[in-house]
């Protein structure tokens, strides 16, 4: 039997909507009409995206009351109209761009968009994206940076690489690593002019001194003051960004000060040292409400496999999606170096990637790991206690193991006489 269902529909009383440009962004308040009435007013205004009138913006919404703001991420132009508006008490919400998409077949101007925005807001259709306060927002900055900065680093040593291997250089198969003390002495002999390679390869220290006969062959090339040139330069800008890195770990150790007691708890989880913390707090933030539970975090961070059913049938091939990319490279280098430990993590990174392979192993262990970290996040009390890495084998039936690998032997045409150990 059918019966009678009583909707009202919730709607924001005052509301605006930015579609935000780089030079200029057009604004849309809806607020409601008067007295009490169920139509609405509306407001569309464009506005520079230059300060002063970015300020003029924010006390208009301000003296019209507006009790939600809300744009959508473009690009980082919506930074300083987020900012501005939030340290004028207002509370701005960043909307994911696949969230508003206009309706296909109706036309598409800035003012269509910014009005469109707007009623979606109005009636409680969106969700904010996560946006830190200001002391993260500024360790992030650095955090990032410093990522990009190694990215940099690593591109220019395979540069210095690739020149070698021009020049007919072979050092990089007999050094494991060539930018060891031993490398670089080698190459500031090359660009100095030296090119005997039994000189070269007397330049070896340390335990690359058992590798002189293979040095000399190594050395036996074609490089010319062509490749000293570029050398030189290449060596030079590794250098450059070497102390860039160190004096940006100072920024980021002064700005980590607040925080020092949660990225010390998190050093203890296993493949997290303190540049993973520092990078992981700087993404997440210290405070966990944003995040209701675990399982909410690590949907945020693209961890956990995307459902997609209908009719009864589970389609697509549950990969998880693209989230933050800074977070991700953190958590997969954290679950590569766990699965080097003899911890908990470490073992389940093993059995994972022997039946399904490295990569699938790196989420399935980062994602324990992200739980891991919000447990302690949200509890400044917890502390990490590992599981052992005999976890597996302490939990499983020894009757029922015993009882199939007698079965597997029998397949096999034995004879199976169990005797216990002394």
């Known amino acids: 039997m059918l019966a009678a269902s009583e909707d009202e529909e919730q709607i924001i009383a005052r509301v605006a909507a930015i579609d935000i440009g780089k030079a200029e962004l057009v604004c849309c308040?809806?607020?409601?009409?008067?007295?009490?009435?169920?139509?609405?007013?509306?407001e569309v205004s464009t506005h520079s995206t230059m300060t002063g009138s970015l300020a003029e913006l924010a006390n208009h919404l301000v003296e019209l009351g507006i009790e939600r703001v809300v744009m959508e991420a473009t690009s980082d132009y919506w930074k300083p109209v987020f900012y501005l508006l939030e340290a004028h008490g207002l509370q701005p919400w960043l909307v994911n761009?696949?969230?508003?998409?206009?309706?296909?077949?109706?036309?598409?101007?800035?003012?269509?968009?910014?009005?469109?925005?707007?009623?979606?807001?109005?009636?409680?259709?969106?969700?904010?994206?996560?946006?830190?306060?200001?002391?993260?927002?500024?360790?992030?900055?650095?955090?990032?940076?410093?990522?990009?900065l190694v990215g940099e680093r690593t591109a220019e040593k395979n540069r210095v690489e690739k020149l070698l291997e021009d020049a007919c250089i072979k050092l990089s198969v007999v050094a494991s690593d060539i930018f060891g003390v031993s490398g670089r002495d080698m190459m500031a002999a090359l660009i100095a002019g030296e090119r005997n390679p039994k000189v070269l390869a007397q330049?070896?220290?340390?335990?690359?001194?058992?590798?002189?006969?293979?040095?000399?062959?190594?050395?036996?090339?074609?490089?010319?003051?062509?490749?000293?040139?570029?050398?030189?330069?290449?060596?030079?800008?590794?250098?450059?960004?070497?102390?860039?890195?160190?004096?940006?770990?100072?920024r980021i150790e002064a700005q980590l000060a607040p925080f020092a007691q949660a990225a010390e708890r998190l050093d203890d989880i296993p493949g997290i040292g303190p540049v993973a913390a520092a990078a992981i707090i700087a993404e997440v933030g210290t405070d966990m409400s944003r995040f209701p539970t675990a399982g909410h975090l690590s949907s945020w961070a693209k961890f956990s496999p995307g459902i997609k059913s209908s009719a009864g049938k589970t389609k697509g091939s549950g990969n998880t999606g693209h989230g933050n990319r800074y977070l991700a490279r953190v958590l997969g280098e954290a679950a590569a170096?766990?699965?080097?430990?003899?911890?908990?993590?470490?073992?389940?990174?093993?059995?994972i990637a022997r039946r399904r392979g490295k990569k699938r192993a790196i989420v399935a262990v980062g994602r324990p790991i992200l739980v891991i970290v919000w447990q302690i996040l949200n509890n400044p009390d917890a502390l990490f206690h590992d599981l052992g890495a005999n976890h597996f084998s302490r939990r499983l039936n020894p009757d029922a193991a015993k009882h199939a690998h007698v079965h597997q032997l029998e397949a096999l045409g034995y004879t199976v006489t169990l005797t216990r150990a002394a």
């Not at 979606?120 to 990522?147: C, G, I, K, N, W």
């Not at 570029?230 to 940006?248: E, N, T």
């Not at 170096?337 to 059995?351: D, I, S, V």
């Open 29 to 42: 308040v809806r607020l409601p009409g008067p007295g009490g009435s169920r139509r609405r007013l509306q």
């Open 203 to 250: 330049l070896a220290r340390s335990r690359m001194r058992t590798k002189i006969t293979q040095l000399e062959e190594a050395f036996t090339g074609h490089f010319d003051d062509h490749h000293a040139f570029l050398l030189k330069k290449m060596l030079a800008r590794i250098d450059g960004i070497d102390a860039d890195i160190a004096a940006v770990d100072e």
């Open 97 to 148: 761009t696949r969230d508003v998409k206009h309706l296909p077949g109706r036309p598409k101007t800035d003012v269509l968009d910014a009005v469109w925005l707007c009623k979606v807001a109005e009636r409680q259709m969106l969700r904010p994206s996560f946006v830190p306060p200001h002391p993260v927002r500024q360790l992030r900055d650095l955090t990032r940076y410093r990522a990009d």
């Open 337 to 351: 170096g766990a699965g080097k430990t003899n911890t908990f993590l470490g073992e389940r990174y093993r059995r």
